[in-house]
């Protein structure tokens, strides 16, 4: 019975002993905030996107959103199949907490948030979600 003891004792002490030491706690924060990478600050998001998103009354909805480093945006939206429906918005916008969506400040009344992705921007609805559904591959902008 000592003889096991002793060598619950011996391997225990083996294992403790080999366990590393931590790092400062500084270190450890600045790993971690370093490795932090989202759409904002990893990706080359600045520029023209187009597509044509689907529309409930009229052939689809022809999109152009250019997006600039200043946080500055314009948008001209045609609807296609009507005559004069080009509207134009021009503003800035706003990066949510994590980075990767983008808001539309001065839009209320329509969906104004789109996900930044690599080269795209996928639109989102008006609580902020993805679209899902057989159309949900056609709410995408690609970057010219």
């Not at 008006?126 to 591959?137: C, F, H, V």
């Given at each position: 019975?000592?003889?096991?003891?002793?060598?619950?004792?011996?391997?225990?002490?083996?294992?403790?002993?080999c366990?590393?030491?931590?790092?400062?706690?500084?270190?450890?924060?600045?790993?971690?905030?370093?490795?932090?990478?989202?759409?904002?600050?990893?990706?080359?998001?600045?520029?023209?996107?187009?597509?044509?998103?689907p529309?409930?009354?009229?052939?689809?909805?022809?999109?152009?959103?250019i997006i600039?480093?200043?946080?500055?945006?314009?948008?001209?939206?045609?609807?296609?199949?009507?005559?004069?429906?080009?509207?134009?918005?021009?503003?800035?916008?706003?990066?949510?907490?994590?980075?990767?969506?983008?808001?539309?400040?001065?839009?209320?009344?329509?969906?104004?948030?789109?996900?930044?992705?690599?080269?795209?921007?996928?639109?989102?609805?008006?609580?902020?979600?993805?679209?899902?559904?057989?159309?949900?591959?056609?709410?995408?902008?690609?970057?010219?």
């Amino acid at each position: 019975m000592k003889k096991f003891v002793l060598s619950l004792l011996i391997c225990y002490g083996a294992f403790t002993g080999c366990k590393n030491k931590p790092q400062h706690s500084e270190e450890v924060d600045q790993k971690v905030v370093g490795d932090i990478h989202n759409a904002q600050n990893s990706l080359d998001w600045e520029g023209a996107y187009t597509g044509i998103l689907p529309c409930a009354d009229c052939e689809g909805i022809q999109i152009k959103l250019i997006i600039s480093s200043d946080n500055s945006y314009s948008l001209e939206q045609e609807y296609l199949g009507k005559e004069a429906d080009t509207f134009k918005d021009h503003g800035t916008f706003s990066w949510d907490d994590n980075g990767t969506i983008i808001t539309l400040n001065n839009i209320k009344d329509r969906a104004s948030k789109y996900f930044v992705g690599e080269n795209k921007l996928i639109q989102l609805d008006l609580q902020g979600n993805k679209i899902t559904g057989e159309l949900s591959d056609r709410y995408i902008l690609t970057k010219e």
